[in-house]
C-alpha cells in the first residue's frame, strides 16, 4: 500500500491551500461535518488555562485523531481511568469547549465518561502500530 493520494496526488505534495479545501468540502459536505468540526475546535484545548482538562480532553482527542503526528505539534496523552474520572467530575454543560470536546470524543468512537484504551494492530512488517 503506497502513499495516501487525494485527486491521484500524495498527501505530502499538497499545499496547505489544497489540504484546507479538502478539509472545507467534506465540512461542506461529509456525513460527518460536525464531527470534524469539533475535533478541529478541540484541538486547540480549553479556553481557560486548566492543564488538568487539556491532559484529559485535547491531549487525549489528538492521540486518537493523529497516531501517526505522536505529539509533533503538542502535547498528547494516552487516555486512562484517572482521565476518565476527571471528565466525568466536571461535566460538559455550558462549557463551549468541553461541548466540543464531548462531541469529538464521540465522533472518534470514545466514551466521555470511560477510559479509551486504543488498541493496537501490527502492520505487514511486523511493527506495533499505534
Do not use: Q
Not at 1 to 21: A, F, H, N, Q, W
Not at 95 to 108: N, T, V
Amino acid at each position: 500500500m503506497g502513499p495516501m493520494k487525494i485527486d491521484g496526488k500524495d498527501v505530502s505534495t499538497l499545499t496547505l491551500r489544497e489540504m484546507l479545501d479538502v478539509i472545507d468540502e467534506y465540512l461542506s459536505t461529509g456525513n460527518n461535518g460536525w464531527g470534524l468540526w469539533s475535533v478541529l475546535t478541540a484541538l486547540r484545548g480549553p479556553d481557560d488555562e486548566s492543564w488538568d482538562k487539556k491532559v484529559t480532553t485535547t491531549a487525549v482527542i489528538r492521540l486518537r485523531a493523529f497516531p501517526k503526528s505522536l505529539g509533533k505539534y503538542g502535547v498528547v496523552s494516552e487516555d486512562c481511568g484517572v482521565s476518565a474520572a476527571y471528565r466525568h467530575d466536571h461535566p460538559n454543560n455550558a462549557d463551549h469547549f468541553a461541548a466540543h470536546a464531548g462531541i469529538a470524543f464521540s465522533a472518534l468512537g470514545m466514551d466521555w465518561h470511560k477510559s479509551n484504551k486504543r488498541k493496537f494492530g501490527k502492520t505487514k512488517a511486523g511493527r506495533k502500530t499505534r
